[in-house]
């Protein structure tokens, strides 16, 4: 059996949370973040939800009240051997320009000793069939062009440049 057999990708569940935030804190750790630097699970996790940061990962389920099942809907782990080695989160936007519902990836994040065995191309794939199953035609994601890994996962996974190219400006 080779390692490609062993991971399982599955729908998240609220259990999955604190191995979640346990792979983005050692994705961070090994000063891995370009794209999501300003962006982390745990506020995905809290957004509009009023929870405080946690001290400790494995107290953070324990606070998460309210219903879970919006963060939880559109999310997937990839498990190896049982563990959760990497994890997906996804949300659905409109789209003025054609009032169209496409899919998005907020965050994706593979336990840095996991990188580079398909684990981050299965997750795509998952969040993908589940946005075609719901009727989406179009998963959208940004990446910090000076995020090599990032930028070479989502172009293996056969993400292309959109035609909007979104310029910024400090004010």
Known sequence: MSEQDKIEVRPIKLEDIDPILS????IRAAGNVITYRNLTAEYIFSAGRGIPPQESPASY?????GDAAPLLNLSFVAE???????FILGQVARVRESATEIGIIQMIGVHPDYQRRGIGSRLVRALSDKYRSQGMKVMRIGVDYRDKSLLGLVEHAGFGVDRLVVYSMMV
């Open 23 to 26: 792979i983005d804190k050692e």
């Open 80 to 86: 190896v051997d049982g563990q959760v080695r990497g």
């Open 61 to 65: 389920v324990r606070s998460l009240t």
